[in-house]
């Protein structure tokens, strides 16, 4: 199955504005009308776009509304991460269609082979694409794992296993924050216009990435991207990195004492507690850590995205001590968003990756495509 951009045009036209015939089509996309029956006819056959009935007609030829197939194709989403594989499934309109089912990995060298024992069970004729995300830095050209939390003792980590396994489906390999990114964009219409950095984290996990153009950046570490290794002269358990006081070994269960379960580590976070010592000192420099990626990338936007934004007291803690600490012309200038979702682990943010890549043209693509070339991230 290839999509091409054209396709993706159309494809990413109904995303956004739901029903259109193929005149509206012909309008948002600058193709001719021939073009935009070919294509159309292309996406039906491959199950992507569906016609409704007609609308009455108001004297000329019956507009028929088309939308994206609801029905016919999915997405299978996979996560790998420490420990863990999860897949879940999602329609074409973002719904779950195969709520997360997970499965605990011990030995980290079983994980790939796990993943894809499990993807394989739900990997149907009705499935479109597979999406995995897994924590860690991926080479998109030969889409093997070089260094990843999730397998700590292995380097350039070969996932042809996953590729095998899935038969003919395509299989895209992302980053779990670049999944976290795909959602965004594809769910955030209005701000895809914005340079946005958006900052995940959860127990253990933090990550950035900087979405421009409607596209993660793939080519910045300092300030995004590895904003998780960013070190602090903190004492704190050795980072997978091979480094001490990594901001991800910071915001721990383990940062707040050797016993603390993950249930007690979010029941505190969501208090955020100013007279509790150890979390304030975590809370501190997890603002510092935040206040400063904003400070090197100077972004319009930043959105914070964690299932712990949830919690109204966490959130407006951290929002505020970010917005103190920023230079004097970029706290009046940088929307903050609280965006809760859960990042680590999750499936079903994998497989909005996948949606990702069918409606916005190179998605994964490095280097980016022409920064003279037209690439209109929404029609
Ligand atoms: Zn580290």
């Given at each position: 199955?290839?999509?091409?951009?054209?396709?993706?045009?159309?494809?990413?036209?109904?995303?956004?504005?739901?029903?259109?015939?193929?005149?509206?089509?012909?309008?948002?996309?600058?193709?001719?009308?021939?073009?935009?029956?070919?294509?159309?006819?292309?996406?039906?056959?491959?199950?992507?776009?569906?016609?409704?009935?007609?609308?009455?007609?108001?004297?000329?030829?019956?507009?028929?509304?088309?939308?994206?197939?609801?029905?016919?194709?999915?997405?299978?989403?996979?996560?790998?991460?420490?420990?863990?594989?999860?897949?879940?499934?999602?329609?074409?309109?973002?719904?779950?269609?195969?709520?997360?089912?997970?499965?605990?990995?011990?030995?980290?060298?079983?994980?790939?082979?796990?993943?894809?024992?499990?993807?394989?069970?739900?990997?149907?004729?009705?499935?479109?694409?597979?999406?995995?995300?897994?924590?860690?830095?991926?080479?998109?050209?030969?889409?093997?794992?070089?260094?990843?939390s999730?397998?700590p003792?292995?380097?350039?980590?070969?996932?042809?296993?996953?590729?095998?396994?899935?038969?003919?489906?395509?299989?895209?390999?992302?980053?779990?924050?670049?999944?976290?990114?795909?959602?965004?964009?594809?769910?955030?219409?209005?701000?895809?216009?914005?340079?946005?950095?958006?900052?995940?984290?959860?127990?253990?996990?933090?990550?950035?990435?900087?979405?421009?153009?409607?596209?993660?950046?793939?080519?910045?570490?300092?300030?995004?991207?590895?904003?998780?290794?960013?070190r602090?002269?903190?004492n704190t358990p050795l980072c997978y990195c091979g480094q001490s006081g990594c901001?991800?070994r910071?915001?721990?269960?383990a940062?707040?004492?050797?016993?603390?379960?993950?249930?007690?580590?979010?029941?505190?976070?969501?208090?955020?507690?100013?007279?509790?010592?150890?979390?304030?000192?975590?809370?501190?420099?997890?603002?510092?850590?935040?206040?400063?990626?904003?400070?090197?990338?100077?972004?319009?936007?930043?959105?914070?995205?964690?299932?712990?934004?949830?919690?109204?007291?966490?959130?407006?803690?951290?929002?505020?001590?970010?917005?103190?600490?920023?230079?004097?012309?970029?706290?009046?200038?940088?929307?903050?968003?609280?965006?809760?979702?859960?990042?680590?682990?999750?499936?079903?943010?994998?497989?909005?990756?996948?949606?990702?890549?069918?409606?916005?043209?190179?998605?994964?693509?490095?280097?980016?495509?022409?920064?003279?070339?037209?690439?209109?991230?929404?029609?």
């Open positions: 199955m290839i999509i091409d951009a054209s396709q993706r045009a159309i494809l990413r036209s109904l995303w956004f504005n739901g029903q259109l015939s193929r005149s509206e089509l012909h309008d948002l996309t600058g193709m001719t009308p021939n073009a935009v029956g070919n294509e159309i006819s292309q996406l039906q056959r491959l199950g992507l776009v569906k016609e409704l009935d007609p609308k009455p007609s108001t004297g000329g030829r019956p507009q028929i509304p088309l939308i994206l197939d609801p029905s016919s194709r999915r997405i299978l989403g996979i996560s790998i991460e420490p420990g863990q594989v999860e897949i879940a499934e999602l329609g074409l309109h973002g719904d779950v269609t195969v709520a997360p089912i997970s499965k605990s990995v011990e030995q980290e060298s079983r994980l790939l082979s796990a993943a894809t024992r499990l993807a394989r069970t739900y990997c149907v004729r009705r499935t479109l694409m597979a999406a995995a995300s897994v924590t860690g830095l991926i080479d998109h050209a030969t889409g093997s794992i070089l260094l990843s999730s397998a003792h292995q380097r350039h980590l070969n996932t042809s296993v996953l590729l095998q396994g899935l038969d003919d489906v395509p299989l895209i390999i992302g980053n779990d924050l670049h999944a976290a990114a795909g959602r965004w964009a594809v769910t955030h219409r209005s701000q895809l216009q914005e340079d946005t950095l958006l900052i995940a984290f959860d127990d253990g996990r933090m990550g950035a990435v900087m979405v421009i153009n409607g596209r993660p950046n793939h080519g910045c570490i300092m300030g995004a991207n590895e904003l998780g290794h960013t602090f002269p903190v901001m991800e910071i915001f721990s269960s940062f707040l004492g050797p016993a603390i379960t993950a249930e007690e580590f979010s029941r505190r976070v969501e208090t955020a507690d100013v007279q509790d010592g150890k979390l304030a000192e975590m809370l501190n420099l997890l603002i510092m850590a935040c206040s400063n990626a904003v400070n090197f990338v100077r972004p319009s936007r930043l959105v914070l995205a964690s299932r712990f934004m949830a919690g109204e007291a966490f959130a407006h803690r951290l929002m505020g001590g970010i917005r103190a600490m920023l230079l004097p012309h970029l706290s009046e200038r940088v929307t903050m968003d609280a965006w809760n979702i859960k990042v680590a682990g999750s499936a079903e943010t994998a497989a909005w990756l996948g949606l990702a890549t069918l409606l916005f043209d190179s998605w994964e693509a490095y280097p980016p495509p022409s920064a003279t070339a037209q690439h209109p991230p929404v029609i």
